[in-house]
């Protein structure tokens, strides 16, 4: 398949238990925050959102956290499965207008 | 569900050549936005547009002009296609102030 980066952080983890995808952001002023899923050959997939008055939301098998104190912002996905090998960006919007700030992304490679 | 559809999922252009690349969203966003997507560095916004008609540009605008006549669709545009212009071209529409929903990209190849 096609890669979407060259040297990105791989996330190796055991089909069947938890992944926790990090992601540092870099502007106290950000207010919303997205997480996306690239499968290889595809484009970026919207997962799931969280506004900056918010440390916690959940949706299907993922959970998104944020720590503002630290500019921190993390994906869990419950019971990996092969399906969600890819690669997961964090997003944020800086400046309240409506373009959005990509990280470099974490490829998740799920071990048999 | 949100639709984004574009219009071709490969393309080969020779240098020089002219090269449309189209864009359609089903959701009657307001915001549309072309990026290139390239190994080692990620997501690269080239131009977006908040409305018909109007353009904003993004972070490498250079080589590049859009289009949007229909609130649906929005154009990206290869004056004369270069091989450095070789890229996944990835489209995204968003309500205001909300995320971006993308195509299934273009994996454009300039020879």
């Known amino acids: 398949g096609e890669s979407v980066g060259l040297h990105l952080p791989t996330l190796s983890v055991q089909e069947g238990d938890n992944s926790i995808i990090n992601c540092a952001y870099s502007n106290s002023a950000s207010d919303y925050f997205i997480w996306y899923k690239q499968e290889s050959g595809k484009g970026p997939q919207f997962i799931i959102d969280i506004r900056s008055n918010m440390d916690k939301r959940q949706g299907q098998r993922v959970t998104v956290l944020l720590n503002k104190t630290v500019k921190h912002l993390s994906l869990q996905i419950a019971a990996t499965q092969p399906g969600d090998s890819a690669v997961y960006f964090c997003?944020?919007?800086?400046?309240?207008?409506?373009?959005?700030?990509f990280g470099k992304g974490t490829r998740l490679h799920i071990l048999p | 569900d949100v639709k984004v559809t574009q219009s071709s999922r490969y393309l080969v252009k020779r240098t020089g050549e002219k090269v449309f690349l189209e864009c359609v969203q089903d959701?009657?966003?307001?915001?549309m936005f072309w990026y290139r997507q390239d190994p080692g560095l990620g997501l690269r916004l080239i131009y977006f547009?908040?409305?018909?008609?109007?353009?904003e540009k993004g972070d490498i605008p250079e080589g590049y002009s859009v289009s949007r006549e229909k609130k649906e669709r929005f154009s990206l545009i290869l004056e004369s296609a270069s091989t450095n212009q070789t890229s996944m071209y990835l489209c995204?529409?968003?309500?205001?102030?909300?995320?971006?929903?993308f195509g299934p990209g273009t994996r454009l190849t300039v020879t």
């Open positions: 997003a944020e919007n800086p400046n309240r207008d409506d373009k959005i700030i």
């Open positions: 995204a529409s968003s309500k205001q102030v909300g995320g971006q929903y």
């Open positions: 959701m009657d966003h307001e915001n």
């Open positions: 547009s908040y409305d018909v008609k109007m353009k």
